[in-house]
């Protein structure tokens, strides 16, 4: 059993231009673990977006002018202070995201490293000098936007709430967010506890919270103001179109990361053990609910038997619980709406045809590592986003049709491929219909500096290193005449 605590969090309240300020009503935060109380959140209404929006617009002129080793400074020392309390991260990440220990270890390490690589930002290049006709001195340069609004998942609270908002602050942006309603604290009032202590100005960064029945009003509000000027979304395919389209007709620019149906390709030629460790890790790492999972594990022909051996000899060792005991590597999925649709994909497979090779048992809000074989387009889990532990292999037998099947959906996140021969990979590569390949390697990698992100209904933007530079900032022309331009003599 464990040694992080498992008590809930005070809630302070939600934190806007630097107050904590509570909502006139709270919604429940559950353990998925169990359905105990986690924590009571303040569920904000409209009024506290704008409040929250107008904390950040009046803080932006002094935080864009701010010199830029002064604002480095700040996201360092938010990167110690997080350092310095990554067990109330880790013990939230498990408790109130159901996540397993190991999980917690490893985000609240990356989240460290997100606040450092985007204080290195401030140090980047933000600017061009371009020839001019005229031999004026031309520069394209890059400005901060303004109020950003970043709106976070549950799945990985701490990893892509940061890579939503620390770029953007590195750039001299302010910021409101709002976390998913399944991790308010982990993905939310956490942070905002971090950045106050690291001593943060009054509202360049504020926190609103709110319940699902309240998120498409206040949603819209922090999408709509004339205030905000851009928006940060990792999320569903479902909410972001959406939120693109809202941004598209008020002329906004928005990054929007999205869901995914991910395969790892396996040739004939590949090192099978380390393929099915890879499979093993990608299929079920965080009970399959990262957008980058392994959905579908394509397998040539000729190894397919070695390689389901290996495979199910490892997915069977995986064991499934409370996220109170640390062996529970898969713990619950984040809550019961999600375990259901993920239940009722299987059935759905199962009435269908589909084989189950292992796994299959459904109960509360847990689902056994599951993997299917024989599964075919007329399912509903061939195109849907699983967002669970379930793996679908499928045989193939040329390198074609493996890419065929690859990029048989409407997403496009991540592919893997594995294989001795790096040419090949490289050469399929070429062909797979994603923002991210990744060649010996299952599909979930990321780091703080590459540029991450999907084609198709996976995304638009990249976030991470000097892409997040393009997302968070516009590009003005700014010209200096040195008497070269000259006009015709009539005027
Ligand atoms: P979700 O779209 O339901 O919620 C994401 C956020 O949007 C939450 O904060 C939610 O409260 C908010 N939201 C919901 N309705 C809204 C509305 N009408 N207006 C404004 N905001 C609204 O997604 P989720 O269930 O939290 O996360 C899982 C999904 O996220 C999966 O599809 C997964 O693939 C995707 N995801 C993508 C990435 C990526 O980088 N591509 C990373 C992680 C998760």
Known sequence: MLDTP?????????????NWVPAARTFDDLNP????????????????????????????????????HERARLLLKAADVWEARKDDFIAAAMHEGGGWYGKGVFEAGYVAEVFRSSAALCYQNIGEVLPSEHGKFSTATRWPLGVVSVISPWNMPGILTARGFTAALAMGNTIVLKPSE????????????????????????????????????????????????AVSFTGSTAV?????????????????????????IILEDADLEHAAKAANFGSFMHQGQVCMSTEKILVQQDIYDVFMAKFLARAAKLRTGHTNDKDNVIGPLVNNRQAKRVQ??????????????????????????????????SMNIWNEETFGPVAIVVPFRTEQEAIALNNDTEYGLTAAIMTADEARALRMAEHLETGMVHINCQNINDEPHVPFGGVKA???????????IDAFT??????LDRGGRHFPPAF
């Open 6 to 18: 498992n008590s809930s969090p005070a809630i302070k309240g939600m934190y806007i231009g630097g």
């Open 33 to 68: 673990s169990d359905n105990t109380l986690y924590a009571r959140i303040p569920d904000g209404s409209v009024d506290c977006a704008r409040k929250a929006i107008a904390a950040a617009k009046a803080a932006f002129p002094a935080w864009a002018a701010l010199r830029f």
């Open 182 to 229: 399944d991790t308010p604290y982990a993905g939310g009032l956490f942070f905002a506890e971090i950045l106050e202590e690291a001593g943060f100005p009054p509202g360049v960064f504020n926190v609103i919270t709110c319940s699902r029945d309240s998120v498409a009003a206040v949603g819209d509000e922090l999408v709509e103001s004339r205030d905000v000027k």
């Open 240 to 264: 972001g179109r959406h939120i693109a389209a809202k941004c598209g007709a008020h002329l906004k620019k928005a990054c929007v990361e999205l869901g995914g149906k991910d395969s790892l």
């Open 344 to 377: 009722a994909l299987i059935e759905d497979a199962v009435a269908k045809g589909a084989h189950i090779e292992l796994g299959g048992k459904c109960w509360d809000n847990f689902v056994e590592p599951t993997v299917l074989t024989n599964v075919d387009a």
């Open 458 to 468: 996976s995304g638009v933007g990249r976030y991470g290193g000097r892409w997040s």
């Open 474 to 479: 516009e590009l003005r022309w700014i010209t």
